[in-house]
């Protein structure tokens, strides 16, 4: 069973040692309204794929949020999302979206990643807020484009790493900044999930196309598109980047025709000696996704909505903890992370707070959303983080694909 | 509930989601096209999952339900149109089936909660939250709204069929024509014929244990089969096993007089729901309904009495067509 799909009635099942109500409450969820607006917020959707059907499904919690328009090349996916938004009006070309709908403020890319550097700068230049999906690009030279755009663009810019949104990675994150584990000595992360992740295409001109992320020509593999906010976790929460990269890959399972291995191993080295390892594989679904940060006075694990805090047996005792819920792993005891734990502890409602209101992908979007409101001038995922983070996925890959480490150069993580 | 006798399949594949096992059997020649096909179907199984898990805080359907007191909740094409489907079927049922029993079902111990039983007051409290009358969809906005506080959805009685349409929906876009799809046994759908038969044979259950064989053979070519069986999932109460059938109309779980209901028809969408309808309408509700929706043919098996309250003659089955005429079924064993 993977922790991250856990639920209530899971928790009951689990019976002996395990608190038996272990859930967000409505009351507890009610903490968590999704922004509002009196003016309503037009917005265009280039790319309409699995990712942009995500988002679209993420864009229906927001009253104020109209799909004006969408825009694929494949004529089958742009039929069956207007199926979903058939208010939205149609477009095979991204440019022809952009000279067609001045009414539009707000765009969300989720094309192939090779295809998001000219219709990320056009939409910039456009003056539309962007919402771009991790990562930036495929090439440095890419990134580094978008990155500049974004940093120039009087738009908001959210480059897509929407666990930087995330209550639970927030509140993760401050116990790992503040020293509840003391000094970072280790960190591991991984993504496991069983599928060959190949689009269905009865027709080989499509085929090629749909599946860009199984060939080097146009991805950057397992690294690039779900290592990306494993390595990003890190960067944030330790506040550094890595200066090296190494890595491994193969194809162990989905001998099919691909050449972008399905199962990856990655070292990335952090300063101070610290290293993290990653790995990610097609070919097994054991035990998720998590991310987890090791220090000499306990650990922090993050998976999705969910976050545990588990200490040394010689860490010192914090008042709050006598008032902790607790959730037992085997062999480890964890307290688990609560979002607004202050506030429902006062309401003797601690144990209705577990986990999140909305899904992963929501919290990033609402970040956007919110901060096109509120008139911000950043969000949670500015160009430059964005761009360091898709630095640090490009050299991994490149480091599986060559089988040798890379030494990340400073200037590559400069915007100007 | 269900068992099928099929040609081999070319490829099989399987997950765990909705609390139960999916698996899809196809048939073709591109093993490359059908193991990413059947992923396909199983992901769009697993996406609705996410979106229409009660249990779930994060799932669409938990923020539905969290604000649809409070202000109209847009839902996409699809939803909306499966929560239009489940007011018709409770208005063809007379209320048997319900949509709003979330408040009931967590009453009464089948959603985590503690297993004392409802006292009346509070079973009459909830029922003022439970009634399909009391949802507001709107067309023109494509929201819903609850009339009521404290309402709440509860879509298991049709997620899984629904589930199974939009799998399909994937599988021929895909350009798959032949495949068998079920969700758990309870509801299975059939796209297309197998490669060497007119059909796909699938077996009912006798739900009573202690019989031999099969109850009946159902010969499935491009439809969908759903059986209910209240007592499949029970949760103890106040020290008495109730089955998990909940009957809207009186805000308590169905007698176990209705031992099991099987419908066919051309949507799994339909078929789980009006499976759940007749197990809790049972024969009653069967020689109400008439010719509301064609096409839906099934089975219902239940207790008969010998006119005394407390003594049971054994079970009866009653085969329907169109659901009219109903012909009493004389349980040949396979």
Not at chain 1, 52 to 66: A, D, H, P, Q
Not at chain 1, 157 to 184: C, E, K, M, T
Not at chain 1, 361 to 371: N, R, S, V
Not at chain 2, 50 to 62: E, G, M, Q
């Amino acid at each position: 069973m993977n922790l991250e799909d856990l639920d209530r009635r899971d928790f009951v099942k689990m019976g002996a040692g395990m608190i038996s109500v272990l859930s967000l409450s409505p009351s507890a969820s009610a903490m968590f309204k999704p922004v509002e607006s009196d003016q309503p917020l037009l917005v265009a959707m280039i790319g309409v794929g699995r990712q942009g059907r995500l988002i679209l499904g993420e864009l229906e919690k927001f009253g104020f949020v109209k799909v004006a328009a969408l825009c694929d090349t494949d004529e089958r996916r742009l039929k069956s999302a207007q199926r979903r938004a058939p208010e939205a009006r149609i477009y095979d070309d991204a440019r022809a979206l952009l000279d067609g709908e001045k009414e539009v403020q707000a765009v969300f890319l989720a094309t192939p990643t090779h295809q998001h550097r000219e219709i990320a700068v056009a939409a910039l230049e456009a003056g539309r807020h962007l919402y771009c999906e991790a990562p930036l690009a495929t090439t440095l030279e890419d990134a580094k484009a978008i990155a500049a755009a974004a940093a120039q663009a009087k738009a908001l810019f959210h480059g897509g790493l929407q666990l930087r949104a995330n209550p639970i990675y927030q509140l993760a994150r401050s116990f790992v900044r503040s020293g509840a584990i003391r000094d970072v000595v280790a960190l591991r992360g991984q993504y496991h999930r069983k599928g060959s992740e190949r689009v269905p295409a009865d027709d080989p001109a499509r085929e090629k196309a749909l599946n860009w992320a199984l060939y080097r020509e146009s991805s950057i593999g397992l690294p690039g598109e779900k290592g990306i906010h494993s390595f990003d976790t890190v960067n944030w929460f330790l506040g550094k980047r890595p200066v090296a990269v190494a890595g491994w890959g193969e194809i162990m399972l989905h001998r099919d025709g691909r050449d972008i291995p399905d199962t990856v191993h990655c070292v990335l080295s952090y300063p101070d000696q610290v290293k993290m390892i990653y790995d990610a594989t097609l070919a097994n679904s054991f035990e998720g996704s998590y991310q987890l940060f090791l220090g000499t006075m306990g650990a922090v694990k993050v998976i999705g909505n969910l976050g545990w805090l588990f200490k040394e047996a010689d860490a010192p005792t914090q008042g709050w903890e006598v008032y902790a819920v607790r959730q037992q792993f085997h062999k480890e005891e964890g307290i688990t992370l609560i979002a607004n734990a202050t506030k429902l502890a006062r309401q003797g409602k601690l144990k209705e707070g577990v986990g999140l209101p909305y899904p992963e992908l929501y919290y990033g979007i609402e970040d956007f959303l919110a901060g096109i409101v509120e008139k911000k001038t950043e969000t949670a995922c500015p160009p430059l983080a964005a761009l360091e983070a898709a630095v640090v996925a490009i050299k991994t890959h490149e480091a599986v694909v060559q089988g040798k480490e890379i030494a990340l150069q400073d200037e590559w993580f400069n915007i100007g | 509930m269900l068992g099928s006798k099929t040609t081999c399949a070319d490829l099989r594949s399987a997950r765990y989601t909705m609390g139960t096992r999916f698996e899809v059997a196809l048939f073709g020649k591109n093993f490359t096209h059908l193991q990413a096909a059947g992923e396909a179907a199983l992901d769009e199984v697993e996406f609705l999952n996410d979106r229409l898990d009660l249990f779930k805080p994060h799932s669409f359907l938990s923020h539905l339900n969290r604000w649809a007191f409070e202000k109209p909740v847009r839902l996409d094409p699809d939803l909306f149109a499966l929560i239009e489907l489940c007011l018709g079927v409770h208005k063809a049922s007379e209320g048997a089936f319900d949509v709003t029993v979330g408040p009931l079902m967590a009453q009464w111990g089948f959603r985590g909660k503690s297993g004392d039983a409802p006292v009346v007051k509070t079973v009459a409290g909830d029922m003022k939250k439970v009634g399909s009358d009391k949802i507001e969809l709107d067309r023109a906005s494509r929201t819903i709204r609850f009339k009521e506080a404290g309402m709440a959805l509860d879509l298991n009685a049709v997620a899984k069929g629904f589930a199974l349409d939009r799998a399909a929906d994937v599988l021929r876009e895909a350009g798959i024509e032949r495949a068998l799809l079920h969700g758990g046994t309870s509801t299975v759908l059939a796209l297309g014929t197998p490669p060497d038969a007119p059909a796909w044979t699938i077996g009912v259950e006798d739900p009573d244990g202690t019989r031999r064989g099969l109850l009946k053979v159902v010969h499935l070519a491009e439809g969908a089969l759903s059986v209910s069986s209240p007592l499949s999932h029970c949760a103890e109460t106040a020290g008495r096993v109730r089955g998990h059938l909940m009957d809207p109309r009186i805000g308590a779980p169905v007698s176990s007089k209705i031992r099991l209901a099987a419908v066919k028809t051309a949507s799994a969408t339909l078929s789980d729901a009006w499976s759940t309808a007749l197990g809790v309408g049972g024969i009653d509700l069967l020689k109400k309904i008439g010719n509301s929706f064609p096409q839906v043919t099934g089975l219902v098996v239940a207790e008969r009495s010998k006119g005394c309250c407390c003594e049971m003659a054994g079970p009866e089955t009653y085969v329907f067509k169109n659901f009219n005429p109903v012909e009493k079924f004389s349980g040949e064993k396979i």
